[in-house]
């Protein structure tokens, strides 16, 4: 993370979950204060508003993967519009919207990783694994794909070019996770995913699983991606999401993620997902993930301000 420039990239994409209201995601984190928390913390922020592309339509929709032509659309601009940003030098951080758009900004994070000879990692802050594929998914929302998508273990329609740069299952960390489908299972660990669940956070520490990620990017000299998903968080902090599962991470286990990835520098881009505002309670969620936000950019425990009640 050596550029002070950022640029948002506001996604308004509800169309892979099966459920509105995330489709107003990047206007609440906006509202929340993210451009001037960043800017607080010494970031010139690029803002150019959200993405409205096209649909597909050399796709057609399917049942087992619904809303096929329009999650493709976003796919493809955001791949291009990711690529372009970290290539010009500044940092993507992509305000969701539902988590298939993940099919787009890992893949043009990894596209700009390769082209500058490092590997790819991801961190992925969710509840669910989302490796499901069109075969394999209960409900066919794309949400729960992305995972599947960008390691190239889904190539379940022409949405990218089949030989893009795709990301290797063993450079994707899952941390969080506590909503499984039992085919997921299986995949995952048949591809080499490495997923801490919440009782490996409560046996281990995240400190300690955090350590395990920062070093096997470093030894790699890679590039990291972190995909936040509101529902990484526990509900009872954080309830603006449509997929919530109880016992998730605490407000201070999360920014604790945020601050060694800070120290460390190897953060390359953001994406900030499933804030469906319908759901929220007054903004809550949306000002806890731009805290997190914060962290991740250099906030420390010391700076933040004190809130009334």
């Given at each position: 993370m050596t550029s002070k420039d950022i640029t948002l990239i506001g996604?308004?994409?509800?169309?892979?979950?099966?459920?509105?209201?995330?489709?107003?995601?990047?206007?609440?984190?906006?509202?929340?204060?993210?451009?001037?928390?960043?800017?607080?913390?010494?970031?010139?922020?690029?803002?150019?508003?959200?993405?409205?592309?096209?649909?597909?339509?050399?796709?057609?929709?399917?049942?087992?993967?619904?809303?096929?032509?329009?999650?493709?659309?976003?796919?493809?601009?955001?791949?291009?519009?990711?690529?372009?940003?970290?290539k010009a030098g500044t940092i993507p951080v992509i305000l969701g919207g539902d988590h298939a758009l993940s099919m787009g900004s890992v893949p043009g994070m990894a596209r700009y990783a390769s082209e500058i000879g490092r590997p790819l990692f991801v961190l992925w802050l969710d509840a669910h694994t989302d490796f499901n594929t069109p075969e394999t998914s209960p409900s066919g929302n794309i949400h729960g794909m992305p995972v599947a998508f960008f390691t190239g273990q889904a190539e379940f329609a022409p949405i990218l070019d089949s030989a893009r740069p795709t990301v290797d299952p063993k450079n994707v960390f899952q941390i969080g996770i506590r909503s499984v489908d039992e085919i997921e299972r299986k995949l995952i660990a048949d591809h080499g995913v490495n997923v801490f669940d919440m009782r490996a956070i409560d046996e281990h520490g995240i400190a300690a699983i955090m350590r395990q990620v920062i070093e096997a990017v470093n030894a790699a000299n890679g590039l990291l991606h972190v995909s936040l998903d509101v529902d990484f968080l526990d509900p009872d902090i954080a309830p603006g999401v449509g997929t919530t599962v109880p016992g998730g991470a605490t407000f201070r286990e999360a920014h604790l993620i945020m601050e060694m990835l800070h120290d460390t520098g190897l953060v390359a881009s953001l994406d900030l997902v499933e804030l469906n505002p319908f759901l929220d309670d007054r903004g809550k969620s949306a000002r806890i993930m731009v805290e997190l936000t914060a962290s991740l950019f250099g906030r420390r425990v010391l700076d933040r301000p004190t809130r009334s009640a």
């Open positions: 996604v308004p994409l509800e169309e892979g979950s099966g459920r509105g209201g995330c489709a107003m995601g990047p206007a609440a984190f906006r509202l929340a204060g993210i451009v001037k928390a960043l800017e607080g913390l010494g970031f010139r922020v690029i803002d150019n508003g959200d993405l409205r592309p096209q649909p597909a339509d050399d796709l057609q929709d399917r049942s087992d993967a619904k809303n096929l032509p329009v999650v493709a659309a976003f796919t493809r601009a955001l791949e291009t519009r990711t690529y372009e940003t970290a």
